[in-house]
T-cell receptor, first 117, second 115 residues
Framework: GAGVSQSPSNKVTEKGKDVELRCDPI?????LYWYRQRLGQGLEFLIY????????KSGLPSDRFSAERTGESVSTLTIQRTQQEDSAVYLC???????????????FGEGSRLTVL | AQSVTQLDSHVSVSEGTPVLLRCNYS??????LFWYVQHPNKGLQLLLK??????LVKGINGFEAEFKKSETSFHLTKPSAHMSDAAEYFC?????????????FGKGTHLIIQP
């Protein structure tokens, strides 16, 4: 597609349920990032994929969070046993490669707003 | 280690007046600096970037920013605000020592344009 696509745009779930958030990056972009944006806060890095290399998971806040990416295409962020503190907008971004990413050339999706009741 | 501080959480200006969004940074390396804009319910969009070339950087929509090493600042300005400028603005720092998470985002400044 023309841009980064994320789904669902909004998700309301009950505490303790699992959720899956999807990101479809720009075609040809080898780098993919997940960020969390809490209300009134900056973006918090979660995880990074670059091509077929092992992902950088250093930003994942707990073992309830995981993400997968198939090749250089779609990525799924999974949150297990959701807690109210997980409520946030989850943003996905892609870049041509890691160098482009560090040069700020990130293209963001519109985000998935997660509300945990 | 690197960090970025956006000095104002909210800035309100009248349409047609100048805009100033302040950003200070700290970095152990030679940093690259960026401003991103996020309109309501939209993804972030790169507004402009500094990567050790000219210290005065021009971006889209009439915005510009000046890198001042002595003040560790990278303030965003625009001579005349337009209603369409109302959005959230993020200052971002990236240093050459960073890895995948080498980008550090500020907490954002909400720009309000009064008619």
């Amino acid at each position: 597609g023309a841009g980064v696509s994320q789904s669902p745009s909004n998700k309301v779930t009950e505490k303790g349920k699992d959720v899956e958030l999807r990101c479809d990056p720009i075609s040809g972009h080898t780098a993919l990032y997940w960020y969390r944006q809490r209300l009134g806060q900056g973006l918090e890095f979660l995880i990074y994929f670059q091509g077929n290399s092992a992902p950088d998971k250093s930003g994942l806040p707990s073992d309830r969070f995981s993400a997968e990416r198939t090749g250089e295409s779609v990525s799924t962020l999974t949150i297990q046993r959701t807690q109210q503190e997980d409520s946030a907008v989850y943003l996905c971004a892609s870049s041509l490669d890691s160098l482009a990413g560090l040069s700020g050339e990130l293209f963001f999706g519109e985000g998935s707003r997660l509300t945990v009741l | 280690a690197q960090s970025v501080t956006q000095l104002d959480s909210h800035v309100s200006v009248s349409e047609g007046t100048p805009v100033l969004l302040r950003c200070n940074y700290s970095s152990s390396y030679s940093p690259s600096l960026f401003w991103y804009v996020q309109h309501p319910n939209k993804g972030l969009q790169l507004l402009l970037k500094y990567t050790s070339a000219a210290t005065l950087v021009k971006g889209i929509n009439g915005f510009e920013a000046e890198f001042k090493k002595s003040e560790t600042s990278f303030h965003l300005t625009k001579p005349s605000a337009h209603m369409s400028d109302a959005a959230e603005y993020f200052c971002v720092v990236s240093d050459s020592g960073g890895g995948a998470d080498g980008l550090t985002f500020g907490k954002g400044t909400h720009l309000i344009i009064q008619p």
